[in-house]
């Protein structure tokens, strides 16, 4: 086959066919689906019902992020404890036991597991609150969320962080939110 010929039979394909249907017209113009679609077609379960309004639940949804937010602050806690240097002020090596180690593994994964569930929690809860008042589902929830979570992070260590933690959380949230819905 030529080239000619390969362009002449790729307009028979069903990708390229695809291509020229209207938006939303998914069997193309002046057909109908076939009634054996509708066996096929799943219906959802009350089970299925169920967990979907769960997870459109505030309070579910903060309690996963919280949940994601710890076990992600356990891993990372883990990795920076483990690059910890063994050297003293002074400039002295000490060689640390492996009861110590684990202590300090333990100890580190915890914290940061805590700080990571705080902020997801909050994060989660914010957005969903902020959709909640707006009445929309679109990229300035989690905009405006995160500048409420920065803010109300940053202002433990005064106006002035809690700006910058405004700005810095907004920045990020949109940053995701563009990656997430490109």
């Known amino acids: 086959m030529t080239d000619g010929e390969d362009d002449g039979a790729r307009q028979y394909t069903i990708a390229d066919s695809l291509d020229r249907?209207?938006?939303?017209?998914?069997?193309?113009?002046?057909?109908?689906?076939?009634?054996?679609?509708?066996?096929?077609?799943?219906?959802?379960?009350?089970?299925?019902?169920?967990?979907?309004?769960?997870?459109?639940?505030?309070?579910?949804?903060?309690?996963?992020?919280?949940?994601?937010?710890?076990?992600?602050?356990?891993?990372?806690?883990?990795?920076?404890?483990?690059?910890?240097?063994?050297?003293?002020?002074?400039?002295?090596?000490?060689?640390?036991?492996?009861?110590?180690?684990?202590?300090?593994?333990?100890?580190?994964?915890?914290?940061?597991?805590?700080?990571?569930?705080?902020?997801?929690?909050?994060f989660a809860s914010t957005e969903c609150a902020v959709e909640t008042m707006r009445g929309k589902s679109d990229h300035m929830n989690g905009i405006m969320s995160g500048c409420i979570t920065g803010g109300v992070i940053g202002l433990r260590a005064g106006v002035k962080a809690g700006v910058f933690g405004c700005a810095g959380f907004a920045v990020f949230s949109a940053a995701i939110e563009y990656y997430m819905r490109s």
């Open 21 to 122: 249907l209207r938006p939303g017209v998914l069997f193309g113009v002046g057909l109908q689906p076939h009634p054996w679609l509708d066996l096929v077609r799943k219906r959802k379960t009350e089970q299925e019902l169920t967990m979907e309004r769960g997870m459109e639940s505030c309070a579910v949804k903060a309690g996963l992020s919280a949940v994601a937010g710890y076990g992600l602050g356990v891993v990372l806690g883990l990795f920076t404890a483990s690059m910890e240097s063994n050297v003293l002020a002074d400039g002295s090596i000490r060689e640390q036991t492996v009861r110590e180690v684990m202590k300090d593994l333990r100890k580190r994964g915890h914290s940061y597991g805590k700080n990571f569930a705080i902020v997801g929690a909050m």
